[in-house]
């Protein structure tokens, strides 16, 4: 059975968001792609940008808008290390 995703987002100075059971989460890479990452995915370390963080969990779907960082995915989840909140135009 695979183990629901650990949520992690992290500055120097705080932790912004730690989830222990997250469904799934999407983020923007710094190559123009979106990720989505579930369960079981495989290991990563890639480049974000300053763009929405989604990810859902057991009291529903999250917008976290963080700036550009290093996402992280091993067998214990996701570690996404930013500088911290970004101020992001509404679309």
């Given at each position: 059975m695979i183990k629901?995703?650990?949520?992690?987002?992290?500055?120097?100075?705080?932790?912004l968001v730690e989830v222990k059971e997250v469904k799934w989460v999407q983020a923007q890479l710094a190559?123009?792609?979106?990720?989505?990452i579930w369960p079981g995915?495989?290991?990563?370390?890639?480049e974000t940008v300053s763009a929405p963080l989604?990810?859902?969990d057991e009291?529903?779907?999250h917008v976290l808008n963080l700036e550009a960082?290093?996402?992280?995915?091993?067998?214990?989840g996701v570690t996404i290390?930013?500088?911290g909140l970004a101020n992001l135009p509404q679309v």
């Amino acid at each position: 059975m695979i183990k629901p995703l650990r949520l992690a987002v992290l500055t120097p100075a705080e932790t912004l968001v730690e989830v222990k059971e997250v469904k799934w989460v999407q983020a923007q890479l710094a190559d123009g792609s979106g990720i989505s990452i579930w369960p079981g995915h495989a290991p990563l370390l890639g480049e974000t940008v300053s763009a929405p963080l989604r990810y859902a969990d057991e009291t529903g779907e999250h917008v976290l808008n963080l700036e550009a960082g290093i996402l992280q995915v091993d067998r214990g989840g996701v570690t996404i290390l930013t500088s911290g909140l970004a101020n992001l135009p509404q679309v």
